[in-house]
């Protein structure tokens, strides 16, 4: 095995359907795939439309369990607990969908700085249907000691009958204390529901065997070389009974999907173990594509890159180097958002602070204030460093403005100069234009709906030669 060299060459090799004029230090959001993984998707495509009465009657099954097997044993984790779902937020509707819920009684626990989607199916179910919950304030920074610290609070008055955390939050980007907290839930009696969308070719999955917490849901498109859509649904053996596809489809009366209560023949363990296969392989005719490049994404991992340890070792490096430089660009102020006990930064991601002085500070406050006058400046400033091919994603928390950086394996640390430069002097360029009561027409001309087809301008979208992920 030959592992080529990280960094832009790499990208030039291996990443051939990517913009080469952009600077790309937003994989965390949608994630990158290599070329010869959409490659195998394309034939997956082709194997599909060519014949699909005979592709989709005695081929998607076995290719469903191949997958899954490939992946298991990739993360180490028992095939018989995993199924595949489009992305985490369908995870996480998978699980919250799939409990009975006794709205009367039970309530769900989660934290403020958990993903927006995920947060709403929970208040769609409040809305709908009465189910209560409660949520737990966390301001960044925080010591894992803190964090545990205000789950417990509430965990120990036995009021929960689910929580619902992350492993690591979107934004502000920053990993939580998940192995402890799943062990503070299952001492007070409380399942626990772990949104791990940016987990997978982030942090190892073993802990889910040892562990053993209720559910855990992540993204395998952001960060395991995986096509989009595609994700990874955990549930604990004990849960198989219970857990529903979404849709409801054909397998929700079958007693192929139904567990024996008290398995007591090798015929009934095999029955068993096979609920979540037979629950989730088949719900309704879909696109397989990017569930069937699972096994070529693991191979580009493992013969392309060298494995999980060469990615994160190019990831650590780079990111240290990365968080050096944007401080540097930022200016005078800026910080790391970082606890003491350095337990807050995952090797992809990395948030920094963008002080602007005092002279936006009245900018700033209504930007802190006002949720929907947020949106219309950073619709000016997506559009802005994204003509300027340099996007990066940032918000407010805790009274600071925070910049997310995604490190990969194609980045190298200029990648980071540039954009954090292109980024702050953006902003400045903005809230200029709102001291000087502007920035409205500079919103209109952005509005969605006036983009002119501004995503399609890509010469690279007409590249079509295949790749070998070998």
């Given at each position: 095995m030959v592992v080529a060299a990280f960094g832009h060459k790499f990208k030039e090799q291996h990443y051939t359907l990517l913009d080469p004029n952009v600077i790309l230090l937003n994989h965390g959001s949608f994630g990158t795939t290599p070329t010869c993984v959409i490659d195998k998707q394309n034939e997956v495509a082709r194997r599909h439309e060519?014949?699909?009465?005979?592709?989709?009657?005695?081929?998607?099954?076995?290719?469903?369990?191949?997958q899954i097997q490939a992946l298991s044993d990739y993360i180490e984790v028992d095939s018989r607990n995993l199924a595949l779902v489009t992305n985490a937020t369908t995870g996480v509707n998978t699980v919250i969908r799939s409990i009975p819920w006794n709205f009367s009684e039970d309530k769900i626990l989660f934290h403020s700085t958990a993903y927006e989607a995920c947060k709403n199916t929970i208040k769609f179910m409040s809305d709908y249907y009465g189910l209560q919950y409660d949520v737990i304030e966390l301001s960044y920074p925080l010591e894992d000691s803190e964090v545990l610290s205000k789950f417990e609070e509430k965990l120990s008055t036995n009021e929960y009958r689910l929580c619902m955390f992350d492993m690591i939050s979107s934004m502000p980007g920053v990993k939580l204390p998940y192995e402890d907290l799943i062990k503070i839930c299952q001492n007070y009696n409380t399942m626990s529901l772990l949104d791990g969308a940016h987990a997978a070719g982030q942090v190892s999955l073993k802990f889910l065997d040892d562990l053993q917490p209720d559910f855990m849901t992540t993204n395998l498109h952001k960060w395991l070389s995986v096509p989009k859509a595609c994700a990874l649904l955990y549930v604990n053996k004990k849960h198989h009974g219970i857990i529903q596809t979404l849709p409801i489809s054909w397998n929700y009366s079958s007693e192929s999907c139904k567990p024996i209560a008290q398995p007591k023949t090798d015929e009934d363990r095999k029955h068993n173990d096979s609920v979540m296969h037979n629950k989730f392989w088949f719900i309704g005719t879909c696109s397989y594509s990017q569930y069937f490049c699972i096994s070529e994404a693991i191979k580009f991992r493992n013969q392309v890159c060298g494995g999980e340890e060469c990615i994160r070792s190019y990831q650590k490096k780079l990111q240290k180097e990365a968080i050096s430089a944007v401080i540097k660009e930022f200016g005078p102020g800026s910080v790391l958002l970082q606890n003491e006990g350095k337990s807050l930064v995952p090797e992809g991601l990395f948030n920094v602070s963008l002080p602007l002085g005092e002279k936006y500070k009245e900018i700033e406050e209504k930007l802190n204030k006002d949720f929907n006058y947020f949106k219309r400046v950073k619709a000016v400033c997506s559009r802005l460093t994204m003509e300027r091919k340099a996007y990066v994603p940032f918000y407010y928390h805790n009274r600071k403005l925070w910049v997310r950086f995604?490190?990969?394996?194609?980045?190298?640390?200029?990648?980071?100069?540039?954009?954090?430069?292109?980024?702050?002097?953006?902003?400045?360029?903005?809230?200029?234009?709102?001291?000087?009561?502007s920035v409205n027409k500079a919103v209109e001309a952005v509005l969605p709906e006036k983009l002119d087809g501004f995503h399609l301008k890509s010469s690279r979208l007409s590249n079509t030669g295949r790749q070998d992920c070998s």
């Open positions: 060519w014949y699909p009465d005979y592709f989709e009657t005695f081929e998607v099954e076995e290719l469903y369990r191949e995604s490190v990969q394996i194609f980045n190298e640390l200029e990648d980071y100069v540039i954009g954090a430069r292109i980024f702050k002097d953006s902003m400045l360029e903005i809230y200029d234009k709102e001291l000087q009561g």
